[in-house]
């Protein structure tokens, strides 16, 4: 019975760490995202007509 519950704990353990590094790696590509937009859009300020 013990076994069962240690394999459970461990797979549950394993899911968030994976969870974690996918949810870091969304973060930072997001993040990397945002301030090349930024960029372009701090570029193209000139251009722009209100």
Do not use: R
Not at 27 to 38: F, K, M, P, Q, T
């Amino acid at each position: 019975m013990e076994e069962k519950v240690y394999k459970t704990m461990k797979g549950a353990g394993s899911m968030n760490i994976v969870l974690g590094i996918v949810s870091i790696a969304a973060g930072v590509a997001a993040g990397v995202l945002l301030i090349i937009s930024g960029a372009k859009l701090i570029a193209g300020k000139s251009k722009i007509l209100f």
